[in-house]
Structures are given as C-alpha cells and as structure tokens.
C-alpha cells in the first residue's frame, strides 16, 4: 500500500524493456492516485486544508461540553488540547521526510517505518479509517441537523421534514465532488470551506453576546439523574473537544501535495501553513466555547449551539448555511485519504486497473455508505464523544508521539522524553474514559429513537 521508489536489485537479470515497463506502470498509478498525483500545492494550502479538517462542526458542541466540565476543567481541557495537538503535529511535519530522499506521504507509511511493515499497517490503519470513515458519518449527520436547521428557520410555517431527507440532500452533494481527482483539485472547495467554519464560529460567538446572559445562570456541573450520569457526562465532553481536533490524520496527506527538494523541504512552507491555521483555530474554539457557556451556563438545552439560539433568524439561519458548506468541503479532505486508500489496495493489490470507471464506482459507493450509516444512526452528540475518545485520541494525541520515540529514541529523562510520555499518558486515559461517555449518550438518544423517522 505504500509509495515507494521500486527496488532495483530486484530487477537484477530482468530485460531493460521489462524493467521500463515497471516503471511506468508505477508512475501512471502515482499519477493517478489522489495523494502523489500532484505536488505543487503552496503553503497556504496547507493553511486551508488544515483549518477545514480541524476545525469541524465539533466546535458548535463546544459550550454544551463545557457545561458538562465547568469552567476549571473545561478550560484546562481546551488549552492542553490546542497545545499538545499543535505539538503532535509539529512531529508529524517533521517526520515526513526525515529519511533522505524518501517521504511518507501517508500516515500508514511512517507507522510501516516505525513499527514494521505488517506492524505498521495493523496499528494505524484502523484507527485512521475510523477517524476518516466516523468524521464522514458525523459530517452527514451535522450537514443534515444544519439543513433542517436552516429549513424551519426561513420557512417556520412550513411542513416539517425528517432530517433523512436533509442528509440525502447533503449527500448529493458529495456525490459530485467525490469525483474530483487529488487533493489540489478540491483546494478551491477547501478555501471556501475554511473561510466558512471562521464565519459560523464568529456569527456563533457574536450571536450569544447579543443573546445575553441567560436568567437565573448556573455554571455548576450539567446535573443528571445520578452521580454515575454525571461522571458519564464529563467522559463524553472529553470525547467531544478531542472530536474538535482531527487534522492528523490527513496532515501527512496534504504535505505529500507540497513540492520539496534537499534545499527546500516540504516542511517549511508546511509547518508556515500549520502555524497560521492553528492560530485561526484558537480565534474559532475559543471564543465560541467561552463565550457560548459564560452566556447560557449548564442551562445549554442542545448540542449545537447554534440550534440552541433563535435570534436574529435571517443570521443563524446564514450561520447553519455557513455550517453546511464548510462541512461540504471537510468531508472530502477526509474521504480523500480514504479513496486513496481504497484505490491504492485495487490498483496494487488487486490489479484493477487505473481508470475513470473504477474511481467513479468506488467513491459513489463510499459515499452512499456514509449517507446509509448517517441516517441509521443521527446520534450527533454521543458520535462526537465516542469516536472522539476511540478513534481521535490515539491518531492525534499519543500516536505520533509514540512513533517519535521509536524513530529518534530520545535520551531517557530529557525534556524530549518526558513531553512525549505525558502527551501518552494524557491521551491513553481520554481514549478509555471518552468512549465510555460517548456510548452511554448514544444508548440514551437510542431508547427515544426509531429508524428513519
């Protein structure tokens, strides 16, 4: 599955014709597969790229997770996942090309490079797919709840319509721009995705200034009918904010798009791009989470704070269209890396051949599974919990750091050493405790729910 240049002791006595012919199958397969087909993206790709894929509709949920934390808690989550992702990433531009003249332009590829080739696939496969394939399935649910949204706030006198029919809707969209070749090719729709997600988070945060204070504000703990609801609850919050920090999983992706030379590495005008989106991140996760619980306290009546505010309509219902087109956009970042890797195993493994017909088959019926399990399953609160502690924490939090120390074996007890290891610590304990919370919300919402109502 892995992009490498071919072995050449392994043609020794082949004819020069066979050897050729190799070769250019190679290259017409890494020309046509979405991650190494194109390499000359410039740094403010990476900007938008990475804005679009962190920066998800996760953070709309952030103030219903605060009233679950409070204010200590809540904060200190925030701040140490904005600094220790931003580190973890850091790692992950560094480690693309630390091997001289090769790069990894997968996250599968550097774990093959640390843990072994059986290995590596093993333990970071299934995690990004569930990353890729559960952000997909969030994103369906999100595009759909935001359509309804905007429905019944333009048009309160109209009939209501299920939210399945919103996620078709929603779908149909990916169902046309999943056929747009690599990464390069859907930048523009990256652009106006990311430019979307720093729109709704102001208009999120302007409109709960505007609101108010909420009469009679609490800030104590979100109460449940029992202690044991209460601790469930935190789990599930600590799942949602690390849901709110995903680009991981595709960073490496998005470096393989950028040109590179000995003189000039790729991670230069990357790490530029990762230090400008990152800060726009904070300018979006920040204020919409403090701001949106100083307004409404543990009183937050829904997931997505802007369900939760009403006035003024024409700017919440431009808010949620806001929402929809970002999440348009971050879809396809995701579903990219997972059309790569869907077409790398038939195109290598399984000797499809590299044509229009096969992409066209594959991303429709990726697309069509996502919608499928999206409106199974419109949980979006516990979803973002559990796949946020399952499958988030480890790719984003404590993978990379892991990978770090088997590669550059740091001195035991240096700063090095001991800032990978809390980062492991931190993030083991959110991949055990989040999923727990994120299950529990998701048994909760069930015992209320019927299929396709």
């Given at each position: ?15 020069t ?62 701040v ?6 931003l ?36 333990i ?30 333009v ?8 939210v ?17 070749p ?19 988070c ?27 609801g ?13 849901f ?15 040109p590179?030379t000995?003189e ?47 006035t ?7 808010a ?15 579903a ?29 019926v ?17 979803l ?37 290891w ?28 019927h299929?396709y109502?």
């Amino acid at each position: 599955m892995r992009t490498q240049a071919p072995n050449y002791d392994s043609y020794a006595g082949t004819s020069t014709n066979t050897f050729d012919e190799t070769l250019a199958s190679q290259k017409e397969i890494d020309d046509w597969l979405p991650v190494t087909s194109s390499r000359n993206a410039k740094w403010y790709y990476s900007t938008f790229h990475n804005v679009t894929t962190i920066v998800g509709a996760g953070v709309l949920s952030f103030p219903y997770g605060m009233a679950q934390l409070g204010w200590g808690p809540g904060v200190t989550v925030l701040v140490l996942s904005w600094i220790i992702t931003l580190y973890t990433l850091w790692q992950m531009v560094e480690m693309h090309e630390m091997v001289p003249g090769r790069r990894f332009d997968r996250y599968h590829e550097l774990g093959q490079y640390a843990f072994g080739e059986k290995l590596g696939l093993f333990i970071v496969v299934p995690q990004q797919l569930l990353v890729e394939v559960g952000v997909s399935i969030v994103y369906m649910v999100t595009g759909g709840l935001s359509l309804q949204k905007f429905h019944r706030t333009v048009c309160p006198g109209c009939d209501e319509i299920k939210v399945s029919y919103f996620i078709m809707i929603f779908a149909s969209a990916q169902f046309v721009l999943s056929h747009l070749p690599n990464f390069n090719a859907i930048s523009g729709v990256s652009l106006a995705a990311a430019i979307m997600s720093l729109s709704y988070c102001t208009i999120a945060w302007a409109a709960c200034l505007k609101h108010g204070i909420v009469d009679n504000v609490d800030y104590k703990y979100r109460s449940d009918l029992s202690n044991a609801g209460n601790v469930l609850n935190f789990f599930n919050a600590l799942g949602t904010v690390a849901f709110g920090f995903a680009g991981h999983n595709v960073v490496l992706e998005i470096q393989a798009t950028i040109p590179s030379t000995p003189e000039n590495p790729s991670k230069g005008p990357m790490w530029r791009g990762v230090i400008v989106a990152y800060i726009i991140v904070a300018v979006c996760y920040f204020p919409v989470a403090l701001i949106g619980y100083w307004v409404f306290g543990n009183q937050v009546g829904d997931e997505n704070i802007l369900i939760e505010l009403k006035t003024p309509e024409w700017l919440i219902a431009m808010a949620n269209m806001f929402v929809v087109i970002h999440l348009i956009g971050s879809y396809q970042i995701f579903a990219m890396a997972v059309f790569d890797m869907i077409e790398t195993v038939l195109v290598r493994k399984l000797r499809f051949r590299p044509t229009k017909f096969l992409r066209f088959v594959v991303r429709n019926v990726y697309v069509a599974y996502t919608m499928f399990i999206a409106i199974t399953f419109p949980f979006f609160n516990g979803l973002l919990g559990f796949f946020g502690g399952f499958a988030f924490a480890p790719t984003t939090y404590f993978l990379p750091c892991i990978i770090w120390l088997t590669i550059r074996n740091p001195k035991r007890f240096s700063l090095s050493w001991w800032t990978n290891w809390i980062c492991i610590s931190l993030g083991v304990s959110l991949m055990i405790v989040a999923p727990i919370g994120g299950l529990r919300a998701i048994i909760t919402e069930a015992k209320t729910y019927h299929f396709y109502s």
